[in-house]
């Protein structure tokens, strides 16, 4: 343990090092370069000052131009390109891969158990968020609660995972059950059941862990956009006899929105990239596959990086055009402004 500390103490220790030299060692590179000089003329020194100023921006931003090149954007093209290629990546087969996507079984049932995803996750975590974050602010208590709530973003999905795992245990007949949900139902004189190899139940009971993770992101963001609303309008609702439930879904909800939908695309996005809950909790088996968990199989224990590919583009496919209706609402909401 100590050791593993220390090393992660060193890694830091290099990586920090490493950017100071490279920031500072760029810029007296840039200051030596097109430093000014008694023999130039003012034009040309304002020249070489210009010049300088426009380049040291470039200076701070190239590592990341770099890494995002290296580990997002080049991968893409690859992936791409592997997708039109045979298992191993280099005979051309054309579109051979996509016709496969689209007669296999497996893979529509992937496709189908992300469509539930989509429905579900969603619209439960918005909901239940928007809900907490409306009662939150009327209780002496709400902030503790909301942080109680949030407390799962924190946790990563594999460990969200192990967690939940111990809630759906099963141990056979006439074992002590130690699943919360187990004895909660043998405690109510009804036979233990193994839920995670039971069809569709299983899907539902995967779905609850990433509720339960993205409810806390929904609460927090709604609340936010909550607190925005003027006061002068809900106390105007109450002054013409509005009660609590037509203030919350004839002015709250109009009001919020835009922001509603941003944090709807955004768990839709995270739920159409869904992978470590699956693969922690049923590695896809019991019916539960989805495409992100498909397409590991494929490509990282079948070896097939041709089919791989194809549903890493497939799945691509479907996260573009919802990021990019994302931004563009975005936009216009500061344009608006």
Do not use: H
């Not at 619209?123 to 409306?134: D, E, N, P, Y």
């Not at 109680?148 to 946790?155: C, D, H, K, V, Y």
């Not at 299983?202 to 806390?216: C, F, P």
């Amino acid at each position: 343990m100590l050791q593993q500390i220390l090393g992660a103490v060193i890694a830091v220790l290099i990586a920090l090092t490493a950017c100071v030299a490279y920031f500072w060692g760029t810029n007296w590179l840039l200051d030596r370069l097109l430093s000014p000089d008694g023999k130039l003329s003012s034009e040309e020194v304002t020249s070489r000052d210009k010049r300088r100023s426009q380049i040291r921006p470039w200076l701070f931003v190239a590592p990341a131009l770099l890494f995002l090149t290296l580990y997002l954007i080049y991968p893409v093209f690859e992936t791409l390109r592997l997708s039109f290629y045979d298992k191993f990546g280099q005979n051309f087969i054309g579109f051979d891969n996509y016709a496969w996507a689209l007669t296999d079984n497996i893979f529509w049932q992937s496709a189908l158990n992300n469509l539930g995803w989509l429905i579900v996750v969603p619209f439960f975590a918005t909901a239940i968020g928007l809900v907490i974050a409306v009662l939150a602010d009327r209780l002496w208590w709400g902030n503790i609660a909301k942080s109680l709530i949030f407390m799962p973003m924190a946790i990563s999905f594999v460990g969200a995972s192990v967690i939940w795992k111990f809630v759906y245990t099963y141990r056979g007949p006439g074992i002590e059950q130690i699943g919360v949900l187990n004895a909660m139902v043998t405690g109510m004189g009804f036979p233990p059941q193994a839920w995670i190899t039971i069809p569709v139940l299983n899907s539902v009971l995967l779905m609850i862990i990433l509720i339960w993770i993205q409810t806390g992101f929904a609460m927090v963001i709604l609340s936010a956009a909550l607190r925005g609303i003027p006061e002068e309008t809900l106390e105007a609702a109450r002054i013409d006899g509005a009660n609590d439930f037509r203030i919350f879904f004839d002015i709250m909800i109009p009001q919020i929105w835009g922001t509603l939908v941003v944090v709807w695309t955004t768990i839709t996005i995270t739920v159409l990239k869904v992978f470590d809950i699956v693969y922690a909790m049923t590695n896809g088996e019991f019916q539960t596959q989805v495409l992100a968990n498909l397409m590991y199989r494929w490509m990282f224990i079948s070896g097939d990086y041709g089919r791989g590919s194809t549903i890493a583009v497939i799945i691509m496919l479907a996260v573009v055009p919802i990021m990019v209706w994302n931004i563009r609402r975005a936009n216009a909401e500061q344009g608006t402004r």
